[in-house]
């Protein structure tokens, strides 16, 4: 792989217009200490010394495309409450436009909320409703996706799944199909609720679990062999185009009709694997949407991911970070 090639194309992805379609989470961190045990029951009482709110879920591929250089739109639904306003708050600070986001009276704005003590994860509290869209909802969320394809002429579309009901099966069909007509790229990170419902996508990319659970293939091992048995099967069953496994301490493993490629890990230390499949989403479709060929994608994705755990909390990869760490690899 030639260096100056893809940092060529890292330098392009400010010419890519992205839409990121998905559930938008809020992710929330109150830090402090903990000295003491409660009088009320055997559980330790945290100490709250600061709070810090972050985008995660889609926003987070969102942001993440954003610090990659792309125009990413957000398309998601958030309630009409104090978290949906803090999370606009925080799109704008961050750059992103709030063109796509839906504001629903019914359904509250999923925030995940952790409990940390030096460093360390104590409790995860979830307020959400995970039920699909209603009809309503679902309607205005694909008008807004039909008007910003209409006005913005996108790339690529990104699907990004947590099963918290935006990415409802009408939702997904349609894009899809809205896609094909226009020769729109799209990629997926899926959950096994909607697994076979993005047939039809340009990259499909699963962990291993999501992968096991969605083909029903528990004995699945990492290796290329097999791997390529699964493509077989997903190309079968949902004519993808491309598929990209994450393979976490063993990398990625990227495989199309006409070749497949694995790139091993690179040695970090890591402090967190939260959000590292969103920024391998978001950097394999800027690479394939750039041109860059299997190989290079893979490179690139497998870079970005591996980067981001060497941080605590949920953080994007950035366009310079990549480049020095593709500068520093190759």
């Not at 190309?235 to 070749?259: N, P, R």
């Not at 402090?271 to 860059?292: E, N, R």
């Amino acid at each position: 792989m030639n260096s100056s090639r893809i940092i060529g194309a890292i330098d392009n992805f400010k010419d890519l217009k992205i839409l990121v379609i998905g559930d938008f989470i809020l992710d929330a961190y109150y830090k402090g200490h903990v000295d003491r045990v409660s009088p009320e029951a055997p559980v330790p009482i945290l100490d709250v010394d600061s709070k810090e709110f972050r985008l995660g879920g889609a926003a987070n591929v969102a942001r993440n495309l954003s610090e990659l250089g792309a125009e990413a739109i957000l398309c998601s639904v958030v309630g009409i409450d104090d978290p949906g306003k803090l999370s606009l708050d925080l799109m704008t600070q961050r750059g992103l436009t709030t063109l796509g986001i839906v504001k629903s009276a019914k359904r509250p704005t999923s925030v995940k909320t952790r409990l940390m003590s030096e460093h360390v994860q104590m409790l995860r509290m979830d307020e959400e409703i995970t039920s699909d869209l209603s009809d309503q909802e679902e309607s205005a969320l694909l008008n807004s996706i039909v008007h910003l394809m209409d006005t913005h002429s996108p790339t690529a579309v990104v699907f990004e799944d947590y099963n918290k009901g935006v990415l409802t099966e009408v939702v997904i069909k349609k894009v899809i199909e809205l896609s094909k007509a226009r020769g729109i790229i799209t990629a997926v990170d899926p959950k096994r609720q909607n697994f076979f419902t993005f047939a039809g996508v340009s990259l499909f990319k699963p962990n291993m679990k999501e992968l096991k659970e969605g083909l029903n293939m528990p004995n699945l091992d990492a290796t290329p062999v097999q791997l390529d048995k699964a493509f077989t099967a997903l190309k079968e069953q949902m004519a993808v185009d491309v598929a990209l496994f994450t393979l976490s301490a063993d990398g990625v493993y990227i495989t199309a009709d006409s070749s497949s490629h694995h790139i091993g890990a690179i040695p970090r230390n890591i402090a967190d694997v939260s959000g590292a499949g969103d920024t391998v989403i978001a950097t394999a479709t800027c690479a394939l949407a750039s041109g860059l060929n299997l190989e290079e994608t893979a490179f690139l994705a497998n870079l970005a991911g591996g980067w981001v755990c060497q941080f605590p909390g949920v953080v994007p990869i950035t366009k310079d970070a990549l480049k020095i760490e593709t500068d520093k690899i190759l």
